[in-house]
């Protein structure tokens, strides 16, 4: 098990990227966070949240335990 940690900035990429395709994504993409997030599935290459990704995206600032 380990802990993806969710911090205020990932919450609000999250948050941004819900407007997809509507969002102009040149500047998330230069963040830790898209990375993270491309890294545990959360987001597509295209910039779409996968399930898992719209899934979080209202979490608070914290963490979630995964298997």
């Known amino acids: 098990m380990s802990c993806v940690p969710v911090t205020v900035e990932m919450r609000e990429l999250l948050e941004a990227l819900t ?3 509507d969002v102009d994504t040149a500047e ?3 963040t830790t966070e898209w990375d ?3 890294a545990w ?3 597509m290459e295209s910039g779409e949240l996968t399930g898992q990704g719209m899934r979080h995206r209202h ?3 914290g963490g979630i335990v995964r298997d």
């Open 59 to 61: 979490e608070l600032p």
């Open 28 to 30: 998330l993409r230069l």
């Open 19 to 21: 407007a997809w395709p």
């Open 36 to 38: 993270q997030a491309r």
């Open 41 to 43: 599935g959360w987001i």
